[in-house]
Structure formats: C-alpha cells, structure tokens
C-alpha cells in the first residue's frame, strides 16, 4: 500500500504501480475552473485520487478495462474522502466514446507506452503497458471526440512515443499549450514528456525541464509539486 497525505492505494491486484513519474504527472494537472473530468485507464485510481483532491468541486469519470485494476480502484476511491467526486465505469473509452453524450472539460491518460517491444507473460501487464488494447490513434480520436472545445487534455508518455502522438493529434486540430519534460536528474535524458493539449493552437513559448532529483534528494520543484501529496514532505 501507500499512503499519501488524505488518501491511500492498494495496489496488489494491479498490474500499473503507483511510480514517481506518474505522481509527478498527477500534481502538474491543471484543475483551475474545471467541472468534469475523464480519466482514460484509472489503473489503481491515483491520478483521478489526486485531481479530487486538489479540486473537490470537480466530477471525474474513471475508465478502466483490467478486472484487477478496477477491484484497486474501487476499494481505493470508496476509502478516500473523494468517493462522492468519482464515478468508476469497467469499460473501455472507445465503446464510452461511442455511447457517451457528455463531453469533459479536462481529460487526463498515462496511456500504454509501447507498441512493438517485446511482451511480458502476464495479461495484464500486456494490457497496461502495450498499445494494442488503445493505440495512439484511438486515443486521439477518443480525446477529440470526447473534449469539450475549451477543454484540455493531459497525457504522460515517453519522449519518442509523445512525438508519434502529437502528430496524430495535431492532425484532429488539437495543439500543445503546454510541455514538461521530465529527467530523474541533471545527469540523465528525459525519459518522461508530460503535455497540455487544446483545440486552440498557440505559440509554445517555454519548455519547463523537472528534475526529480538533484543532488541524490529530491529537487526543490519535485518536493513543492507533491508537498499535498507525499507524506515526507
């Protein structure tokens, strides 16, 4: 298990852990103003978790195809004081695109990176981490179906793979606003891009660069972003 500051994941059962990319990703969600949210693939809850926690006005619906993954997330939503904020369907987003009337003011996915490596064994691990069961192009698709037209959307993906997917997004008019990227430290490439994507297409003026760690502790930038969250800080 681990715990965060007002809520705790369970993790047995779930193929996708909670890692420290994927909290960093959490925290940099911009929840200003927003009213409903769509989680793409919840995994164990986390980021719907974090996104309730720093706007508990906000209404997110949480998608998730693993059986496992959704046992996590339910017992994790159902325990948090932000059960009433998120609603969990076991349901893929492409048969949701397709049925769903309601369109989101914030979606938010750390999508299957891979599309070609080689697989594990293990099911559910195929399905978390390979892009047969949502390939970019689903994705892109579902975003665009599914955004309101001054909506954002948040993805995390590795920095090759976030070039393949921004292509294919840009060709559905929908632009990047805003770009971290993302290095464990100042000795190590990015291994990690998180973007902002809108309908409206804007000059990108800066690239922020995150290090999680320097100087062997974690960054002054990564303990500010998580100081809700982490219980070290």
């Keep these: 298990m681990f715990r965060f500051k007002q809520f705790a994941i369970k993790q047995e059962r779930a193929a996708m852990k909670v890692c420290t990319d994927s909290c960093l990703f959490g925290s940099l969600i911009a929840t200003e103003n927003k009213k409903n949210a769509l989680d793409i693939g919840c995994g164990t809850g986390l980021l719907s978790l974090m996104v309730a926690q720093k706007n508990q006005k906000i209404q997110i619906t949480a998608l998730e195809i693993d059986q496992n993954a959704v046992l996590d997330a339910t017992e994790n939503i159902q325990e948090s004081p932000f059960a009433n904020q998120i ?5 893929t987003v492409q048969d949701f695109a397709k049925k769903s009337d309601n369109k989101f003011d914030l979606i938010f ?25 949502l390939t970019f192009n689903d994705l892109a698709k579902c975003i665009d179906i599914l955004l309101e037209e001054n909506g954002s959307a948040w993805i995390l993906l590795p920095p090759f793979e976030m070039r393949e997917f921004i292509s294919l997004v840009e060709e559905r008019k929908l632009y990047v606003s805003k770009r971290y990227e993302i290095r464990h430290d100042e000795n190590k490439p990015v291994f990690r891009v998180i973007i902002e994507l809108k309908r409206a297409k804007a000059v990108l003026e ?22 809700d969250y982490y219980l070290i800080f």
């Design 87 to 91: 609603t969990l369907h076991h349901q």
């Design 109 to 133: 996915c750390n999508p299957p990176f891979y599309q070609n490596n080689l697989k594990s064994d293990k099911i559910d691990k195929n399905i978390a981490h390979h892009a047969e069961t």
């Design 206 to 227: 800066e690239i922020s660069l995150i290090n999680i760690y320097e100087n062997k502790q974690y960054s002054p930038i990564f303990a500010e972003l998580l100081r």
